[in-house]
């Protein structure tokens, strides 16, 4: 198992393969971080989809208004919501969008991060500058690799749970 050095800033997230080790970037990108953790810690990223998976690319989830799958997901629908919470301000920094590196998803407006976030698959540089950095896989990227591609897929991954280490 990854060392931890800082339970309060890393995520467990637990997908059908296992757990996925995420270091958050307090220091890089503090909205970002509180925002996930909080929704973490109130249970909205349990059981939600993976919604946009393109390979090569990344995997985006988030959608804690549309991509529960205990109520029904409604594939026209995901993607499209956020959180309860007012949209962030962005928080672009100098770190690389790297493989294994979380990014917040947002529309066109640079300031609509909420509760979407992706993990890029391989470095993907273009991203650089535009989208807000905030995480790190720190361990478990093989269960991120194994997630179901597609536009979304026909039948989704979804994040089993999503905790703050400090809480576990």
Same mark, same amino acid.
């Given at each position: 198992?990854?060392?931890?050095?800082?339970?309060?800033?890393?995520?467990?997230?637990?997908?059908?393969?296992?757990?996925?080790?995420?270091?958050?970037?307090?220091?890089?990108? @503090?909205?970002?971080?509180?925002?996930?953790?909080?929704?973490?810690?109130?249970?909205?990223?349990?059981?939600?989809?993976?919604?946009?998976?393109?390979?090569?690319?990344?995997?985006?989830?988030?959608?804690?208004?549309?991509?529960?799958?205990?109520?029904?997901?409604?594939?026209?629908?995901?993607?499209?919501?956020?959180?309860?919470?007012?949209?962030? @301000?962005?928080?672009?920094?100098?770190?690389?969008?790297?493989?294994?590196?979380?990014?917040?998803?947002?529309?066109?407006?640079?300031?609509?991060?909420?509760?979407?976030?992706?993990?890029?698959?391989?470095?993907?540089?273009?991203?650089?500058?535009?989208?807000?950095?905030?995480?790190?896989?720190?361990?478990?990227?093989?269960?991120?690799?194994?997630?179901?591609?597609?536009? @979304?897929?026909?039948?989704?991954?979804?994040?089993?749970?999503?905790?703050?280490?400090?809480?576990?």
């Amino acid at each position: 198992m990854a060392e931890i050095e800082d339970p309060e800033n890393t995520i467990l997230m637990e997908l059908k393969g296992g757990t996925v080790t995420i270091k958050l970037l307090p220091d890089v990108a @503090p909205k970002h971080v509180e925002r996930m953790k909080e929704l973490a810690r109130a249970g909205e990223y349990d059981n939600v989809a993976f919604h946009r998976v393109i390979e090569g690319f990344m995997a985006q989830t988030g959608d804690v208004q549309h991509g529960d799958m205990e109520d029904g997901f409604n594939l026209s629908v995901a993607g499209t919501g956020g959180s309860d919470l007012p949209n962030l @301000p962005a928080e672009f920094s100098k770190i690389p969008h790297a493989r294994g590196s979380l990014g917040a998803a947002r529309s066109q407006n640079p300031d609509s991060a909420n509760s979407q976030f992706f993990i890029n698959f391989k470095d993907n540089d273009f991203l650089n500058g535009q989208y807000t950095v905030y995480g790190q896989v720190i361990e478990g990227m093989e269960h991120v690799d194994a997630i179901m591609r597609g536009e @979304p897929p026909a039948e989704p991954d979804r994040m089993i749970s999503v905790k703050v280490a400090a809480d576990v």
